[in-house]
């Protein structure tokens, strides 16, 4: 991902939501086969640091797109995502950030 790019992302995602990485989680969420996360990945994969990701994830679980899974035996937390569509809302707003800014130059 770009600069460029994450940067309209994460000003979308503070007009949409207040959080500046809330859509990019979201994304990321969306896009796994299985719906299944940790906040360790995610971070790793979004090339941002976990306290970054911490408070949207919380937000994601108390709206209930995400559900804690036990822990087991891992020293992770995994997550899984709730069948909705604010998984297909959060491309459309990815789509339409982009549509925005390449209408713009």
Known sequence: ????????????SQQAFGQRYRLELML????TDDGIV??????????VAI??????????????????????DSRRKFY???PSAAWQWARELRDHSALSATSTI
């Open 80 to 82: 899984i995502r709730n």
């Open 1 to 12: 991902m770009t600069d460029a790019y994450a940067d309209q992302l994460r000003e979308t």
């Open 28 to 31: 990321a969420i969306a896009n």
């Open 51 to 72: 306290s970054n990701l911490q408070s949207p994830l919380r937000a994601l679980v108390s709206t209930g797109l995400l559900t804690a899974l036990p822990r087991g």
């Open 38 to 47: 940790c906040l360790t990945d995610l971070a790793k994969e979004l090339d």
